[in-house]
């Protein structure tokens, strides 16, 4: 029997988490069969499918990665999408990682031998996968271009955030050329997945794309929530404080931090619970109450960055 490698993206996962996944699983089966390796790259995911990934695999006929909660010990682990120890599958530090590929900064992951390492500071991890893809000259079928496309668009919120390079459009205008979609249509239907804000589980709006940091020593959850229905959402600034309160009492967050993403008019309100100090700092704004601030689009790059330098 072939060898397995698991090919898994970040807890919590967000679309780019799973369709890189599937696209890389793609890319690493194609190179290993043209270089006669008995090797089986397999997509997994370690949370529930958000809903334009969920639209987007049906819509391609695709099979949706097997959730799985650890990582057996040994077993050999390509990281998608992250490279940070808490970010990452349960199990790992006894796992073995044999390759990463991403577009966030450097974190904590350290391996016993060299690796395959592919990190890019470009908008979304789908975006180096496409480029991987065409470095080696392999044709990526219609299916996962489409999965590749959308999590490009979802990852720079159809380009309009500020992580969004050059290199971003020029991926798309190549997946449009193989899907015949036009990018911000394609774009538009897959947030619209997404469905009202009043029908939204107030512990997929907080919870959905959580991401825990280190921030002056200590664990903070930083979570985004992208609407194109900011009035609809911020109707749930109450119910959403409260789920963040529980999440830091748990979990011993020092603070929960949400932004509340305007999609459409590029901005973000801040609702912040527990010790907003450094928050406030940092930003020099008073979270005590939500705050608004014009063309926040970016977790990783405006609001991340800054508060892991503070
Ligand atoms: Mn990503």
Redesign the pocket.
């Known amino acids: 029997m072939a060898e397995q490698v698991i090919v898994v993206g970040h807890k919590n996962p967000?679309n780019?988490?799973i369709s890189?996944a599937v696209g890389l699983a793609f890319f690493e089966n194609e190179l290993a069969k043209r270089q006669g390796r008995d090797v089986e790259y397999k997509a997994v995911r370690l949370g529930g499918l958000p809903p334009e990934t969920e639209w987007n695999l049906a819509e391609n006929g695709i099979d949706q990665p097997e959730l799985i909660d650890h990582v057996e010990a040994g077993q050999k682990v390509i990281l998608v999408?992250h490279n940070e120890l808490k970010q990452a599958v349960d199990g790992l530090a006894d796992a073995e990682v044999v390759g990463i590929v991403d577009?966030?900064r450097i974190g904590d992951v350290t391996t016993a031998s060299p690796i395959y390492m592919t990190v890019r500071p470009w908008g979304?991890?789908?975006t180096v996968v496409t480029a991987l893809c065409r470095q080696h000259g392999i044709e990526i079928p219609e299916g996962i271009a489409n999965m590749l496309l959308g999590?490009i668009l979802t990852?720079t919120v159809i380009l309009k955030s500020p992580t969004a390079t050059k290199v971003d459009e020029e991926q798309i205008a190549f997946l449009e050329g193989i899907t015949g979609k036009k990018h911000v249509e394609f774009g538009q239907a897959l947030f619209n997945c997404r469905g009202a804000e009043a029908d939204l589980p107030i512990e997929t709006y907080v919870g959905a794309d959580a991401k825990e940091f280190e921030v002056c020593g200590k664990t903070v959850l930083i979570a985004q929530h992208e609407t194109v229905d900011i009035d609809g959402a911020m109707k749930r600034e109450g119910e959403a404080r409260e789920q963040m309160r529980k999440l830091a009492a748990d979990k011993g967050y020092d603070f929960v931090l949400v932004l509340v993403t305007d999609i459409l008019n590029e901005g973000s309100y801040f609702l912040v619970e527990g010790n907003h100090a450094v928050v406030d700092q940092v930003f020099g704004i008073d979270s005590s109450a939500a705050v608004w601030i014009d063309g926040i689009m970016s977790r990783k790059k405006q609001v991340a960055a800054p508060l892991l330098k503070a």
């Open positions: 967000d780019d988490a890189a999408d577009h966030h979304s991890s789908a999590a990852d």
